[in-house]
């Protein structure tokens, strides 16, 4: 994973909806390889860029390439929910844009040894972050029915969770489930043949096992909460998804900052006390163009939402 070649999606409708200041502070909370950090920075003369990763791959190879652009950024070897606490470190309080681009990057998924991927034979990891204790692995063959039932359900969104959950229960019983392919197995086997026309059968319960082990959605509410209050005045953020669990946190979470409060029937004009907290600046969510969705197969479920802010207060 040297090269850590990832294809960063909508890459100039996030550029558009940050609404780059040339002297402003930026914070990209998902670097990856890179894609979107690079075009942030060609749009600095003054400002400077903040960027989070875990993975210290994508953090080497995503160093290089911005080096080459400026020297205006540093990225920060954290998990996103670390936001406020490392920029306080660093005296800054409030900034003029963040971007999450959200999931796994492509190199995560196509390095075999991460465990990350159903397509190839691997130990279960699925870590992003390599020096945390909790992997796949632990999850498949310590968790209680019940709680794989409720990932698997849940991040999943799986109808046979529950033959699945018992398929992993009694199949640890005889040996460890020690890689993705003898997982695999175990689930072509719990999931009715019908239902797996056209799609892989390990398709869901890999995605859950991957939330499940990152934390993904637990930590994303308070982070996206914590961005907001980070922005100033007229900064912009901007959330890239890649299912349905992580858009609707992202959803709800824009409509409680940006809905307005119960006013009086007639009221003439709306008090600056009363204004929301965001302007959602797309209602509907942003998809990839047709010509991006033809270059790039990993871009079909991206959704992009932006918003910005009104004020500086949160309730």
Request: net charge positive; hydrophobic share 40%.
């Amino acid at each position: 994973m040297a090269n850590f070649n990832h294809e960063s999606v909508m890459i100039e409708e996030v550029i558009f909806g940050l609404n780059l200041k040339p002297n402003g502070i930026y914070v990209d909370c998902t670097l990856g390889g890179g894609g979107h950090s690079k075009e942030i920075l060609h749009h600095l003369s003054a400002g400077f860029l903040y960027a989070f990763d875990q993975d210290y791959e994508a953090i080497k190879a995503s160093r290089n390439r911005l080096a080459k652009i400026s020297d205006r950024f540093e990225i920060i070897k954290s998990n996103f929910k670390d936001l406020k606490k490392e920029l306080a470190k660093r005296q800054i309080t409030k900034v003029q844009g963040i971007l999450f681009d959200l999931g796994v990057s492509s190199p995560q998924f196509d390095t075999k040894e991460r465990g990350f991927s159903y397509k190839y034979d691997a130990k279960l990891d699925m870590r992003m972050d390599l020096n945390q204790d909790l992997t796949a692995y632990e999850i498949v063959n310590t968790y209680a029915f019940n709680d794989l039932y409720r990932i698997i359900s849940r991040y999943g969104e799986e109808r046979y969770a529950k033959n699945i959950a018992r398929a992993i229960e009694k199949a640890r019983l005889i040996n460890p489930i020690e890689t993705t392919f003898e997982l695999v197995e175990i689930l072509k086997q719990a999931i009715p043949f019908k239902s797996q026309r056209g799609k892989h059968p390990a398709k869901r319960t890999f995605q859950a096992l991957r939330i499940e082990t990152n934390k993904e959605l637990e930590i994303l509410p308070q982070a996206l909460e914590d961005a907001i209050d980070l922005l100033d005045v007229n900064g912009r953020i901007c959330v890239i998804t890649f299912h349905s669990l992580e858009d609707k946190i992202a959803k709800d979470v824009f409509k409680k900052y940006s809905t307005l409060p119960k006013l009086p029937d007639k009221l003439p004009v709306l008090p600056n006390e009363e204004e929301p907290i965001l302007k959602l600046i797309n209602k509907k969510v942003i998809t990839p163009t047709p010509e991006e969705l033809a270059k790039n197969n990993r871009a079909h479920s991206a959704k992009l939402r932006i918003a910005e802010k009104n004020k500086l207060t949160l309730s």
